[in-house]
């Protein structure tokens, strides 16, 4: 999402990933046309929502929630995140039925050819982060409840550990659909 209004936010964090955020923000940067030239940041720390981003003229910044900041969290999830983030940089807001929406049906398609695995990303942040996770569906983005440290100390599932889960439940495409 993109705010209006910042919001309160914890100081930044060391990202504890297994892999290099900066250059995932690189790859994933690569994979999107039509982005407009700005310098990108990428930063961790607690804020209220999940993801958003953030731009000006010259800069964009990127901020990831500290409860996605886990040496488990599988990469392609963040790669997702980053990806959603960038195309608000490409897809501005439209008006439809007298509402602005953030993330218009042309969004979600766009989301979709750049990342036709995204059910799995999102099955994986319900499952292992859904207790922490409210979905404000007229605000248009998903919150961090006050509750997300207690998810810190465990392991965290694999995206293949996942995608079996989605196979037994046969729900692959009936997970999904949050917001960020
Ligand atoms: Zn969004």
């Excluded at 910042?6 to 964090?13: D, H, V």
Aim: charged share 20%.
């Amino acid at each position: 999402m993109k705010y209006v209004i910042p919001p309160k936010r914890g100081e930044p964090e060391l990202p504890l990933f297994s892999f290099d955020l900066l250059d995932l923000l690189a790859r994933v940067r690569a994979e999107i046309s039509g982005l407009p030239l700005l310098q990108l940041e990428v930063w961790v720390q607690a804020q209220p929502t999940l993801a958003c981003v953030e731009h000006n003229n010259t800069r964009a910044a990127i901020r990831l929630h500290s409860v996605l900041n886990h040496a488990d969290t599988p990469e392609p999830v963040i790669a997702y995140i980053l990806c959603h983030e960038l195309l608000h940089l490409v897809i501005p807001p439209e008006e439809l039925e007298g509402r602005s929406l953030m993330h218009p049906p042309s969004f979600w398609e766009a989301e979709l050819r750049l990342v036709p695995d995204r059910s799995l990303f999102w099955g994986w942040l319900i499952l292992e982060l859904g207790q922490c996770l409210k979905t404000d569906v007229k605000r248009e983005c998903t919150f961090v409840k006050s509750n997300w440290k207690r998810l810190m100390n465990t392991r965290r599932y694999t995206m293949d550990q996942v995608a079996q889960m989605q196979d037994a439940w046969g729900q692959s495409e009936a997970i999904g659909g949050p917001l960020l």
